[in-house]
């Protein structure tokens, strides 16, 4: 019980704001689909929506745009969960880098603008940040060949002429708004939970093949300093390893991003997906539960960078089961 009241508290979203009421957002391309069992993960193109007022003329769509991730969360059980657990991780990184010009609890519109100033395309953190929480009335898809052909045939054609009859450009057309928090109460099943993450283009994966190729041993350096960083914020990531390769080693949601600042080429690991991960609360117990994360990690890169198995020895059993 006392774990759960403590996942609650750290669950709080007094730094990830509800921006749907904010802003429109149209899908770029697909990077995971779900099929309605896990989470959608989307490349979005956002920009500011102010929601019209009683008595007043609607005022025009923002011409501030960004390009982030949209995580949809389709409703069930295992979704809930990994939906809470994202949460209340990225709550707990975002308190990490919070300063004193992070915008006031209350204050939906400067945290707007926070997540336009923190769109960018390179990793400020060794995570990508969490923009804010929306909710979107279904799951959004790519647009087709077709959906992109005609939309730039009717922007050059419009472009061509004049501006539409609303004094909005055409792109316009394919901007969707984001849902309500509840969604229409005779269909519940329709809105889904979502949140926007810094899209973090051109990430490697970081696989056993990537840690032998680097003799230097920098990228398992990184791996653990980032692995360290996450427990001082006491989250615990917990899906690391890639369990259906074993006795094979294999990783997941560890990548890598280059930079070329000032002309020199630099890695740096990006640690993705908190589903899984659970903020903790420091005590001597939860301490041991993170050293042997790390001490786990550290033992299967020296071992994939040795080109070993993540076992010595394999039981008869294990032998049977792998033949099939």
Sequence with gaps: MAGTKRKLLAAEPDVIHDLGD???????????????KKA?????????????????RPRQPGTRTGTCVLKTFPRNVQN??????????????????????????D???????????????????????????????????????RTRTRTRTRTRTRTSTSTSTTGESSSSISWT?????TGSPDQPQKTRKGLLFEYLPGLRAVTAATLVADDSGAVADGIMRTLARLH???????????????PAIGFCNLYLYTSE????KKQKVVVLDFGGALVLAGSERDQRTMADERERMRDLLERARGQRLAVDHLSNEARKLLRG
């Design 22 to 36: 904010k802003l429109e957002y149209r899908v770029v391309s697909a990077i995971q689909s779900g099929r309605d």
């Design 40 to 56: 959608d993960v989307l490349v979005v193109e956002i920009r500011q929506h102010s929601p019209p007022q009683p008595g007043r």
């Design 80 to 105: 809930d969960t990994a939906y809470a657990n994202e949460l209340a991780a990225n709550t707990a990184l975002a308190r990490s880098i919070a300063s004193s010009t992070a915008p006031d609890d």
């Design 107 to 145: 204050d939906d519109n400067d945290a707007c603008q926070q997540a336009f100033d923190a769109i960018s395309s390179a990793p400020s953190e060794a995570w990508p940040r969490c923009l804010g929480r929306v909710h979107v009335a279904a799951a959004p898809s790519p647009p087709t060949a």
């Design 177 to 181: 708004r984001f849902s309500s928090d």
């Design 232 to 246: 001082a914020l006491n989250v615990l990531h917990r899906d690391h390893v890639h369990h259906a390769m074993w």
């Design 261 to 264: 600042a000032g002309g020199e």
